[in-house]
């Protein structure tokens, strides 16, 4: 269970209580503020505050660019403008604060991130629960035989219940020694942040992470994109729901520019210009590696 | 003039429209918003957006410590222990955005600092208006002699006209020439990506500028500092009082640990234990330089 | 002229005097240490130091990626690979440290570009020279009648004539005035900090500026690009050539895929797989804007 | 072991291949380059690169402060000037590439250090060695009943040998069922980046981490010191003796007045004078919270 009954309690009392603002106001974001998007089995996505609407980007890009953004008629169209165009400062006066729940080993990843605000839950003051990530048995998947990193088929039954029962052994194992280490209870007991170093990547813990839009983005192109872990990639789709109803043009830019478009090589362009004059081109006159010249493949489906 | 007419009708349009939401909301900031504060003859800062207050700095550090924060009484209590032991992560769980209005010098110093988010308006794009900072001539000072940066004495009167005159004269006749060279009357019209090189370091521009609680901090204790030049110092004193009245406990903390506290060296705390047990010390018993031994003085007074 | 007598007196006993070192060390960057490569009239780029070489990009990624990048059967492979796959960190490994000499409105746009350290020249501590960037004639242009921003057709003589008299006599006027303010001759002398405010925006200025590889190919992108204004952008292509020099490997993948490629959205993708199956595909039944269908004419040559 | 014979060869050959370089050279960081300091039980750090020495820090000041700064007659005065008066932009001119291998746990607090580059070894693509940081017995102590992070006394032999054991037992356990589960013998094995996750936190993990000087100060200001959890407090104290050999005069500068040194609030400061004054001081009449006054008896000592 992702949120407790006391925080569902907590949540609800916060939804129930709307004040006057003269600030600029995401209705689509309102709606979502506090409420827990479940992810994973026990992790959640919350939103706690944000600063800014797709407004606020024009007007930041007003700023800049004076009387020549007013010729653009509309703010979608001035969006898109400033996304094909790499004007990444006028997203950045957007700002979302999210209080994330999430496995150790996804949290890991996520921090790579580093332009951004984190107050991370500390085990060294404070002890963690024994709330564990245990996929579900369809995550269960082989190395992939392409890819040096990723997955490929699934795991058979046999072997993903072998898995399933080690995973679950080991951490329920791990902190019953976590939890009579750090007992007082007849005993001295362990300086938390010592104990800690028993438990698996798979525990959960959580943060606030506070991000501007731009930045956002590019955390959200690489880790909903397909090659990114299952694991952070179902917290990334979390977020675009989130986004999407926060700044809807913002969001549908990126979508098509972003997540959606590719970057091309002068090499890949070149191939391009050869084909569309009705020229054949192969691997092996384009210029391109073979890896190049798959994943330019599947880029142009 | 800061604020033309037009602004000022924005402003209070955009103040007289209260919208409902569900965030943390600080009312003394919502006081501030959208308003203008003058600075210097022709400059303003304005609140444009902000996002939390005071308790979201303690809810920021009660995920982090968990139930430890929970002995600290008080959120002003908890403020001030984090501001006492540079737990700066709560801090930067605020954001502030900006709308200044300053002379280009001005600007210059400003953006030394890095961790904010700026849209500048552009003079590419657009045209700069004619406006400039002419010093008020009491503000007009001579080259400290004691000091590499900064000012002395007052100039006499004769000099201080002197200079203004040259201030008041380059400019227009800068702007004069700006204003010819781009016209497209009669003539092609130099593009203004050129033209601008002409105009002085005193003409004003604007920005945007977006920045974390923990980082402002940092700005305005240098640049609200009593050595810091006077013409970035009263804007660094505007956006005091603005953060006084956002989040009261954690500007009171600042301003005792950090605009009026001090950092001692190791040698000068070994000098205060041996006055305090009731040595006499002089700068050449003390191990320190003449420079460090008269610093140390000016701080205990 | 950019480099003083003195000053290359003193780059000449710099480069005379090499030493031992364990560090890496590219050949094709010592032969560029210290020397100034000449930008526009007055200006240069100077490298001052460096780290790395295209070998601790690769050792970096192993360090990452392990046994899985060893099937990489070349560092330039691998290079590419990296770069193709934006995986920036293994070129943060990098860095380099110039000095440049460049105009004050450049100085303003380069800054923008905040992930870099930076040290100006203090025109609070010191005093400015009597050096100003005055364009060829042949830069002289309108501005674009296509582009809010940049240049269009070259100006006329006489108008281009009247521009060069009106930048070198407000220049020379606002030195002089400069000059006269700051004297200690027979009066009290205005405060540095306060006479630079005089000064235009062609003056000269020089900062040291340190930044690794990947920010750095970032500013490349932005600043060697066609649009960007061609002051900074005769910075960028000398940076380039050092660039090259450094490490070549890196620098001809981010030629590849950075400044040769483009980056095309999820519509243009489209599009080019209608086209490729043989379909005349036409702006109107293109879902796209005029603005970029025109942008993909242009980049589909 | 913390490397392996295979690593030493591998160091032994580096260091015996010095090369020509036109470069500021520090004979003290030469003398450390590629060699690992041995850290904990199997963990290291060592020194792959670095850029600049004290004569470099220097040079850059003097490019901001000009003239002014040669008034100052030694590097040594020079580097303690910027360091009291917090000019933070000529220690950013120096940086340092570190390879360091730490356990997990001790990774995870490093990170929340934001402004650094970092290349971590990647349990998606790659397999993690068995080793894990057992503590000695000594290190084993209770939770501190004064302080809610933090160790207390040592635990007693029993407690101890338990705790020992448990951790041994699980990180065996943990690490068996890893191999298992990636195993491709006779089965398909399951993905790299799923089986990680049961591992515990005090596995050890190695990373490449950049940081120029000024960042590097404030991460061993906070983790070298008497507070910072033993487990990385090793490492910082090992990385300080690396930083005394490379730049000795700002290593110098940064004892005195960071580590040595103590920031005191404006209470605390009013209290001085008083005290100085001959006024007999309590808790009570100092207007300080009991914690303050107890931290600034520390101080005093």
């Known amino acids: 269970m992702p949120v407790t009954p006391e925080q569902q309690t907590e ?10 603002t003269l600030r600029a106001v995401s209705e689509g974001m309102e709606a979502h503020l ?13 939103v706690i505050d944000y600063m800014g609407d797709d407004a606020a980007i024009c007007q930041a890009a007003r700023v800049s660019y004076g009387r020549g953004t007013k010729s653009v008629q509309n703010d979608e169209g001035l969006i898109r403008y400033l996304m094909r165009h790499w004007h990444s400062t006028p997203f950045e006066m957007c700002e979302v604060k999210l209080h994330v729940k ?38 269960l998947a082989a190395q992939s ?4 990193q990723g997955r490929g088929e699934a795991l058979t039954n046999d072997e993903a219940a072998r898995v399933l029962r080690w995973l679950k052994e080991d951490a329920g194992r791990a902190y019953d020694h976590y939890e009579a280490m750090i007992s007082q209870d007849g005993q001295q007991g362990l300086a938390r942040e010592l104990a800690r170093m028993n438990l ?10 506070k991000v501007d839009l731009h930045n956002l983005f590019h955390f959200l192109r690489l880790r909903a994109d397909a090659h990114a872990q299952y694991e952070i990639r179902v917290y990334a789709e979390a977020i675009c729901k989130v986004v999407a109803a926060w700044v809807p043009a913002a969001y549908g830019a990126f979508e098509d520019y972003r997540l959606g478009g590719a970057t091309l090589s002068a090499k890949a362009l070149a191939v391009l210009r050869r ?25 142009l489906g």
Request: charged content about 25%; overall charge negative.
């Open 102 to 139: 999430l496995p150790v080993f996804v949290a890991r990843q996520w921090i790579r991130h580093r332009t951004a605000n984190v107050n991370e839950y500390s085990a060294r003051y404070s002890i963690l629960d024994r709330e564990f990530y245990i996929p579900d048995a369809a995550q």
């Open 200 to 209: 698996p990547a798979n525990i959960y813990t959580q943060w606030y992470w």
């Open 34 to 46: 506090y409420s827990a998007i479940p992810v994973l089995d026990h992790g959640f996505v919350r």
């Open 275 to 299: 084909r569309l004059a009705g020229e054949a081109v192969t691997q092996e006159t384009s210029g391109m590696s073979k890896g190049e010249w798959r994943e330019l493949e599947e880029v």
């Open 145 to 148: 035989v392409v890819n040096n």
């Open 11 to 20: 949540i609800d009392a916060l939804r129930a209580a709307p004040r006057l």
